[in-house]
């Protein structure tokens, strides 16, 4: 993202976009990469929901967060691409909040890898987690 100074996180986090909703997808790459047809779409909301209930010391990824969405949902899978663009706005959102914050740093990349998107980088990220018990 860029120019995240100028931009109104918060609103974007409430911003349904008209989700959650569903989509089938025909395109037969994906649909044997993803396990299915029946995509899933979860507003950013949403995120920033499963985010704010992963304990101090605990971690979470963004693929974990998509299958419990799917499995909830009754899809097959959740959008890849929304979800890492949802994230990154609860992190925003939080950083922008005085209070009620969202302990974003908890949420690691699909692949477990830190978020070079969020708030000051990798760097702040791991410190947060480092500050929290993770090595």
Known sequence: MANEDKKDFNAMLHDNKDMP???IITDQKSIEKYGGSKMYLAPPIDYDKVMKKVPYGKVITVGEIRKYFAKLSGADFT????????VSIVAWASYQRSEDETPYWRTLK????LN?????GIEAQ?????AEGHT
């Open 126 to 130: 791991k410190e947060k987690l480092e």
């Open 79 to 86: 959008e890849p691409i929304t979800a890492g663009i949802f």
């Open 110 to 113: 699909a692949n477990g890898e």
């Open 21 to 23: 909703k569903f989509q």
């Open 116 to 120: 070079a998107k969020y708030p000051n």
